[in-house]
Structures are given as C-alpha cells and as structure tokens.
C-alpha cells in the first residue's frame, strides 16, 4: 500500500455510527453500568473516544506500539522527562529546540536531572560523553534550527549497546517522511503543531513508544500529570494527518527549490537544507527520510542581527512569525525568537547565529516565495550598505 493511502486508511471510521469523519466527544464523563463496569471510558482525563482515535493512528503511522496524545509538544517532551529519576544525565542534541532546552535547564536542573549537550552529527561523540549516570539520548533530526542530521541506526545501536533509552524528536521530519522506531528509537515526540496539524490551528503534543511496557509509564503519567489533549483539538490533528503525506511531499518540493536558489545569493553565507547535496551528513538523510522537509535556514556574509531583521521583517509571502509546518510560508529569526532562552555563548556553538534566519516553506507557488526573497535581497542591498 502506498504512503498516502496508508495514512487515509489507518483513519477508521466510527463503530457506532459509520461516520467517515471521527467524531468529536465532547464530554467531560462516562455513564457506567455499575460501579468500575464501562465501555472502556469513565473520565476524560483518562481516555477519550476522540482523543484514543488520534493516540492509535501516530502509533500506527510511527511503527510504534502505543501513542499518547498531550497539550503541548512541550508537554509531551516532559512526560518523557518524568521517566527519569533524581541524579539520571541526558546526553542531547546540541541544537535542541529552545523551548527543551528552557524545559532541562530551568525546571528539571534544579530537580537533579542534568544534561549534556553534544554534537550527534557525528555518532562516537555520544560514546565518549556516556557515564554510568546516564540514562537517556535525546535526539532531534533534522534539529531546529540549522537543519543537522543525526544518524539514528547508529545511535540507536550505542544505545542498546549501553541500556539507554533513545528518544527521538520527529517533529521537522514527520512520519510522512521518517519513522526512528524503524531505526531503532525507543520513544518518539511530536509538535503537532506543526506538521500533523499542518495549519496553524492548534497546539499538540505526542509520545509513541516501541514497547508496551514503555507506554504504560507514559500512560501513567499522561494520567497522573493531566496535561492531556482536548477532544477539539485531537479531531484537528486527526484531520490534517489526511493530507500530510500530500503536505510534505510539497512543502519538500517547494523547500528544495527554494534552498537552491539562496546558494546563488551573494548575501547568504551558508544554506542548512538536508536535500542539498553540500549538507552535512545528506547521504543520511537521503538514507532514512523519504523527504528532505519544508525548513530551511540561512545566514548572512554580514553576520548582522540588523540585517536578518530587516530580511526577517520585510518578505511579504512569509509572515514573520513562531512556529512552522503550516501551509503559508513563515519566517523567524531564531536569536531573538525561538531560541532567545539560549545563552548567546552556546547558540553560536551550534552554529546559531544572530544572522540566522529559519524559513517553514509552505504551499505557495515556489516561484512566488522565491520571488518575495528576490525583492527582500534587492531591498537589502541597495538600503543597507
């Protein structure tokens, strides 16, 4: 079966009813037999018909065994957390979103967790920064901002090599596009958000687990902690996942076009787009995504804060905004919007610089989006100097 009629398919249609669209149960309680005795719902905390659709369908989509459905994508990147004990270490990504970073740093720090950060690009330097404390590899790929490439097999490999759990942040890529559970990971998470959502509407988070045992502790604490999702919001997840196979494979299309065209830009210092053949470690995204993703970042000869304002600022296509993965275009500057919580110091490390600017390709005409940046580098040229 192909992948847009796999994702259309694993969507059912309602038992009770034969509703083709899933239905939004919209209530707080279940009426019970007797005492204990129900149809499989008593609270809504706990379960949800609507919600339980959405939790099967990412487990499904992601090869997983169970899915959880929460509030927030940070929401659910904390449910993982919370399966860590006082004195566990995380070994992370270098170029973690800043919202996890903030979430590690600023909560979970002062609570005896402690994290290193690493540049996963390169597998070994997980290797040398293991400790007996360690208990958790927390990796995204691509990462957000600058589009890095982690490979997951490999990971995957120390980790079992060294009973770590391996948890991958999915959300740039999508399981239209890559599925870690399939190389190895133990947990995936989403912002649904983004992709899944795919249209700015909502704000989701979501956990699948390779094991049983695995989801019942998420299930556990999805329950304990009560940062669920509601059954509105889960419906819209449900819906964009219809067209998300279709979605990506165009927000890559444009993407690719688009990032070809900043290499010929005099004003752009460097392109991070996994689709280019001059990205580091593409040949391992090539490996494990079937798409290259609809971000892209950039940064500018001028190494000027001003400057990536003013690009940042002055597009008319992309709307200056937070977020990405919906169908209009968005653009950011990550130094004073995404990753503003991370010290000036260690963003640089990462290659996050204040002339980086993160753009979420949508579903325009490539030939518009490119046409806007056209203008803006014109008007950047001839204003700026």
């Avoid at 499989?40 to 499904?60: C, M, W």
């Avoid at 800043?98 to 690009?121: E, S």
């Avoid at 249209?199 to 695995?214: F, Q, R, Y």
């Avoid at 979605?247 to 392109?271: D, G």
């Amino acid at each position: 079966m192909q992948e847009n009629t796999a994702i259309l398919h694993s969507i059912p249609v309602d038992p009770l009813t034969g509703a083709i669209s899933t239905p939004i149960y919209q209530t707080s309680t279940f009426v019970q037999q007797a005492p204990g005795v129900h149809l499989g719902f008593d609270y809504a905390r706990s379960n949800n018909p609507t919600r339980a659709v959405l939790e099967q369908l990412i487990a499904k989509l992601e090869k997983g065994s169970r899915g959880y459905a929460f509030a927030s994508g940070l929401a659910a990147i904390d449910a993982v957390i919370k399966l860590l004990e006082q004195g566990d270490e995380i070994i992370a990504v270098d170029d973690i979103y800043g919202g996890a970073f903030r979430l590690l740093t600023h909560v979970y720090q002062k609570f005896g967790i402690t994290v290193k950060y690493v540049d996963t690009t390169h597998a070994p330097n997980i290797l040398e920064a293991i400790t007996p404390k360690t208990k958790l590899l927390w990796i995204e790929t691509p990462t957000n901002p600058t589009l890095k490439i982690s490979d997951l097999q490999a990971i995957a490999h120390i980790a079992q090599q060294h009973n770590l759990l391996l948890c991958v942040d999915n959300t740039f890529a999508s399981p239209a596009a890559q599925q870690p559970i399939t190389l190895g990971a133990d947990l995936v998470i989403h912002s649904a958000t983004k992709y899944l959502g795919g249209h700015s509407d909502l704000i989701a988070g979501l956990v699948v687990t390779k094991t049983p045992e695995l989801g019942e502790k998420i299930k556990f604490i999805q329950n304990a902690s009560g940062a669920i999702l509601g059954p509105f919001d889960a419906w819209l997840v449900i819906r964009g996942i219809e067209t998300l196979g279709l979605r990506v494979k165009q927000h890559s299309q444009n993407a690719q076009a688009i990032a070809e065209f900043l290499l010929t830009q005099p004003s752009v210092k460097n392109v991070y787009y996994p689709g280019l053949p001059s990205h580091h470690n593409h040949h391992i995204a090539a490996q494990q995504q079937r798409h290259f993703g609809g971000i892209i970042a950039f940064d500018l000869h001028s190494d000027s804060k001003e400057d990536a304002a003013y690009i940042a600022s002055n597009t008319q296509l992309f709307k200056l905004a937070e977020s990405l993965g919906g169908v209009k275009s968005l653009v950011c500057q990550p130094c004073e919007m995404t990753h503003k919580s991370i010290p000036r110091e260690k963003r640089y490390a990462s290659g996050v610089t204040d002339s980086l600017i993160r753009l979420s390709v949508g579903l325009e005409d490539a030939e518009d989006l490119i046409n806007d940046l056209k203008h803006v580098f014109s008007t950047l040229k001839s204003d700026r100097k």
